[in-house]
């Protein structure tokens, strides 16, 4: 009878309270990924002792979501909640008259919305379980409100269980010193949903910036002044790409071939040349990168997908490596079409022709980009706002160029090139 209440024995490992001295724990998932019912057990075990009147950890919880109905039906009367998870000998009392639950031991969790931050001004916590809180409007006012209540005990901590969204709060908690984080997408969950519904939702969303985030439970961010940006990105999605008239593969090598060098960005791209050229279209089709390959690793990988697909031309930046990158490559496949490109530019000047063509509507992508798109919205102007280089990118760029830029400019006049 106990066993079902003992969910250190069926916990998934992002569900696992993590150890050390942290303040902010963020459960970061994809939907019916479980993070309410980890949020749940946290809160159980601060409140509950070693006999059902025995005092726990912490005695005074705030619990916060978007709405009082969405705490009250998700994360007290939740299939996950707090009284589905407590064993009948522990469980709270849910006072409604005042918002409140009621343990045996006398440990009280308190309901809060985020729509009412000023309503968290003057009670006093010892711990908090705050849920979906990259949707709040009032964010920031309501966890700043939170922080001055947290008060109680030895040392307060936050769980926060939330699906991502691009929202400074989030991002600024997920970088903040104390702030330890689990992540797992909804498959993670899957032997508790519903038959079918997994099936279906990836069948719709999978591949999609909107699954990467409400599936696979991934922060999309985008820079301010971002040359891409994640709706232009969504409105260039395809599921079905054409006979491509010619294909190539891009590489933009890392400068080293260690296990903590940036990755070596592999794209393959296409081109339908139907019409004069300013008609042609462009399909990314694959993002082929490997990280912390070595030279001879990302070189198969990257002739590999040339075979896949089978392009025409490899396109291969050779400013960190010169003929060593050709070298590699003729390793792997002396007979290849290489075409070695030198960067004169830097990255924003040369990805900015490729991204007038994303707003003239002429490149689409095929599904399951995620990675090179989230990397495309940290793009500006003035640099790269991601960490680490954005290797993918510029292996797009070469590979959009290869396609597009460089035959529009051989049908320009003689005086139209040199401008």
């Given at each position: 009878m106990a066993l079902p209440f003992l969910f250190e024995f069926w916990a998934m490992p992002h569900q696992v309270t993590p150890e050390g001295d942290w303040t902010n724990w963020v459960i970061m998932g994809g939907r019916g990924a479980g993070k309410t019912r980890a949020g749940a057990e946290w809160v159980r075990s601060l409140v509950e002792g070693a006999g059902?009147?025995?005092?726990?950890?912490?005695?005074?919880?705030?619990?916060?979501?978007?709405?009082?109905?969405?705490?009250?039906?998700?994360?007290?009367?939740?299939?996950?909640?707090?009284?589905?998870?407590?064993?009948?000998?522990?469980?709270?009392?849910?006072?409604?008259?005042?918002?409140?639950?009621?343990?045996?031991?006398?440990?009280?969790?308190?309901?809060?919305?985020?729509?009412?931050?000023?309503?968290?001004?003057?009670?006093?916590?010892?711990?908090?379980?705050?849920?979906?809180?990259?949707?709040?409007?009032?964010?920031?006012?309501?966890?700043?409100?939170?922080?001055?209540?947290?008060?109680?005990?030895?040392?307060?901590?936050?769980?926060?269980?939330?699906?991502?969204?691009?929202?400074?709060?989030?991002?600024?908690?997920?970088?903040?010193?104390?702030?330890?984080?689990?992540?797992?997408?909804?498959?993670?969950?899957?032997?508790?949903?519903a038959k079918g519904f997994l099936a279906a939702v990836q069948a719709r969303y999978a591949g999609t910036r909107l699954g990467r985030q409400e599936l696979d439970g991934v922060l999309i961010e985008e820079a301010e002044g971002a040359l891409w940006t994640p709706a232009r990105l969504e409105a260039a999605r395809v599921r079905e790409v054409p006979e491509m008239s010619r294909i190539v593969v891009a590489v933009d090598p890392p400068v080293s071939g260690t296990a903590s060098s940036d990755a070596c960005g592999i794209i393959v791209a296409g081109v339908v040349t139907k019409g004069p050229v300013q008609d042609w279209r462009a399909y990314v089709l694959e993002d082929a990168s490997v990280e912390g390959a070595s030279p001879m690793a990302w070189a198969e990988a990257a002739v590999a997908a040339m075979h896949r697909w089978k392009a025409e031309r490899m396109v291969a930046e050779v400013n960190q490596g010169g003929d060593l990158v050709e070298q590699v490559i003729r390793q792997v496949d002396p007979l290849i079409s290489l075409r070695k490109v030198h960067a004169s530019k830097g990255k924003s000047a040369r990805a900015e022709p490729i991204a007038a063509l994303y707003e003239q509507g002429r490149v689409s992508h095929f599904t399951g980009l995620g990675q090179l798109e989230d990397e495309m919205c940290q793009l500006t102007l003035h640099g790269f706002h991601g960490k680490g280089s954005p290797d993918r990118t510029d292996a797009l760029v070469w590979a959009l160029t290869e396609l597009m830029i460089l035959p529009a400019k051989s049908h320009m006049s003689p005086q139209v090139r040199t401008l």
């Open positions: 059902p009147k025995d005092a726990g950890r912490c005695k005074r919880i705030a619990l916060v979501g978007e709405t009082v109905a969405q705490v009250r039906e998700v994360m007290v009367f939740g299939e996950s909640g707090l009284l589905a998870c407590s064993p009948p000998d522990r469980r709270p009392e849910w006072q409604a008259s005042r918002r409140q639950l009621l343990w045996p031991n006398g440990a009280v969790a308190q309901v809060f919305s985020a729509h009412d931050p000023e309503a968290l001004r003057g009670p006093q916590f010892d711990a908090a379980w705050v849920d979906e809180l990259a949707k709040w409007k009032k964010a920031r006012e309501t966890w700043d409100m939170l922080q001055f209540g947290l008060r109680l005990g030895a040392h307060p901590q936050v769980c926060i269980t939330t699906t991502p969204r691009n929202i400074g709060l989030l991002k600024e908690l997920l970088e903040a010193e104390g702030t330890v984080t689990t992540h797992a997408p909804t498959e993670a969950n899957k032997a508790n949903l």
